[in-house]
C-alpha cells in the first residue's frame, strides 16, 4: 500500500487528480473482486430477489405448521405469520467527485453512484453487499393440543425461538372442534 501512495507523489499529481486516482484503483478492486466472487455468490430465490412476501409467508407458514405439527400433543395446526419488513438489499455504493472545470478543488462535489457490475451476457446488476432478512411481526397458532399448557408452552417456546421474536408478539389458542 505504501509503494502506490509512494508512486502516486513521484507522479507530482494534485490532490483531486489523487483523489480520482484512489477512486478507479478502489473501484477497480470492488469489480474484480466482483467478478471473482460473481459465480459463486449469485442471487437465488432464496434471497428475496425472485420471492415476494407472499410466498414468503406462505412457505414459512407452510414450514413452521409442520414444525409446531411434530410437537407431541399438538395435533393439528394452522399459523398465520405477519411480517414487519420484507427483504431490503443493500446495494454498493462510490463516491464520483464532479467539478466545474473554472472552479477550484474546494467547490467540489461528490456524488454517490451505485457499484454496477456486467456478468457474462451483458447484463447488468448492481453489486450487493448485504440482504436483510424479511422481520416477522406476528405469529398466530391454532393448534388442537393448545388446551393443554405444556403442548401450549412448547408451542410458543418453539416460535419464539424460531422467529427470535418476545411472546407478547405469540398468539396459541386452542382450535375449535368441528
Given at each position: ?10 507522479l ?63 395435533g ?54 448485504k ?48
Amino acid at each position: 500500500m505504501n509503494n502506490i501512495f509512494t508512486k502516486l507523489k513521484r507522479l507530482n499529481l494534485s490532490k483531486k487528480q489523487t483523489a480520482f486516482v484512489i477512486i478507479g484503483i478502489i473501484v477497480f478492486i470492488i469489480m474484480v473482486a466482483g467478478e471473482l466472487l460473481g459465480s459463486s455468490t449469485e442471487v437465488d430465490s432464496s434471497t428475496g430477489e425472485s420471492i415476494n412476501s407472499e410466498e414468503y409467508i406462505k412457505n414459512t407458514e407452510k414450514e413452521l405448521e409442520n414444525i409446531i405439527g411434530d410437537i407431541q400433543g399438538a395435533g393439528k395446526v394452522k399459523v398465520m405469520i405477519t411480517l414487519e419488513s420484507c427483504y431490503e438489499n443493500v446495494y454498493a455504493t462510490g463516491s464520483n467527485v464532479k467539478t466545474d472545470e473554472e472552479a477550484d478543488a474546494s467547490k467540489a462535489e461528490y456524488q454517490e453512484e451505485y457499484i454496477v457490475l456486467k456478468n457474462g451476457s451483458n447484463n447488468e446488476e448492481c453489486l450487493v453487499i448485504k440482504v436483510f432478512e424479511p422481520t416477522v411481526k406476528g405469529v398466530a397458532v391454532v393448534a388442537q393440543g393448545a388446551d393443554n399448557p405444556t403442548v401450549k408452552n412448547a408451542i410458543l417456546q418453539t416460535v419464539c425461538a424460531l422467529f427470535d421474536i418476545s411472546s407478547a408478539k405469540v398468539s396459541v389458542e386452542k382450535m375449535q372442534n368441528n
